[in-house]
């Protein structure tokens, strides 16, 4: 396939060094129940973002949406704005459920979420449409190797992660967010199918 121009801004420096940043803060962190380095994520939800016509601000900040919640709170905040702008300061803000340990109770957390999306930014929006579909595919990916077992790595256990992303599905539908929230309804009703014929 060849590389054509488009009207999105050329990725620069702030990308690379977000990339190498984001890298750093989660060298340790693996993804939930799994040997795989953290930093899959974050690229995954990088290229759903740009793939979706996402600008430098929001690819970036898809590089760090969870650096936030898991790496730091209101210091690495501080950093991330110091060193990105305020523009991607605010859309990782807008992707982070808790910024505080312990975390707040699971369902409170997850009500207040959703509420929060639904009158987001289009940018937070997209972000976190991105994230929430990457981790929809990584959930019917598992539960085609593993069943239904890869809930028991989430606090909702299957009903509540069930119920959290047909939820957030309905959402990005309801606000109209473009191709992302359709394919993420798609997969949610796949995870869905295969919870139900695994009971």
């Known amino acids: ?16 060094d977000a990339l190498v940043y984001s890298t750093e803060l989660h060298a340790r962190q693996r993804r939930k129940g799994t040997d795989v380095p953290y930093i899959a994520h974050l690229l995954g939800v990088a290229a759903m973002v740009l793939e979706d016509g996402g600008d430098e601000d929001e690819a970036v900040a898809a590089l760090l949406h969870d650096a936030v919640e898991d790496q730091g709170g209101q ?24 910024d505080t340990i312990p975390k707040p109770p699971w369902r409170w957390r997850k009500e207040q979420y959703i509420a929060h999306v639904r009158h987001a930014p289009p940018s937070v929006r997209r972000v976190s449409l991105a994230d929430k579909l990457y981790n929809a595919c990584a959930i019917v990916h598992d539960q085609q190797q593993i069943g239904d ?16 992303y047909r939820t957030l599905a309905q959402v ?9 929230a359709e394919e993420l309804d798609r997969v949610v009703t796949e995870m869905e199918r295969l919870a139900a014929t695994s009971l």
């Open 75 to 98: 210091p690495i905040l501080a950093v991330i704005q110091e060193r990105f702008g305020e523009g991607v300061a605010t859309i990782v803000l807008g992707c982070t459920d808790a």
């Open 149 to 164: 077992a890869v809930f028991a790595r989430f606090a909702g256990g299957i009903a509540g992660t069930l119920w959290y």
């Open 172 to 180: 990005f539908l309801d606000t109209n967010s473009g191709p992302n």
């Open 1 to 16: 396939m060849v590389a054509t121009a488009t009207k999105h801004p050329k990725l620069g420096d702030r990308f690379t």
